[in-house]
């Protein structure tokens, strides 16, 4: 999986993580496999819905937009294996559609 175009390098208040030359997503996406990823996702959208206007100085928008951001990147690692199932028939010959 690689991470999607549309969240690569957005950051949601500051931007601390996009002046890092290696993503933290990057390399947890490496660490963890897909499906450790993909819970690692999950669990970060959940938190960020959870404590959505509890945290001091910051309004619940940017938490949900910070929740928000999780799920699209979850989101786009099942698009990525669709398209990587797709290919993989394709490329063996049989017909994906």
């Known amino acids: 999986m690689a991470t999607s175009p549309s969240n690569y390098r957005m950051q949601i208040g500051g931007d601390h993580y ?5 993503q933290p997503w990057d390399a947890l996406r490496d660490w963890l496999g897909d499906d450790g ?3 690692y996702l ?5 938190k960020y819905l959870c404590r959505a206007g509890t945290k001091d100085g910051e309004s619940g ?3 949900y937009l910070k ?4 799920l699209s990147e ?5 698009d990525e294996a669709v398209i990587a199932d797709w290919e993989a028939q394709r490329l063996a010959g049989d017909d994906p559609a």
């Open 61 to 63: 928008r940017t938490a």
């Open 67 to 70: 929740a928000q951001h999780y």
């Open 37 to 39: 990823f993909r819970a």
């Open 74 to 78: 979850l989101l786009a690692t099942y």
């Open 42 to 46: 999950r669990g970060n959208a959940v």
């Open 18 to 22: 996009t002046r890092l030359d290696i």
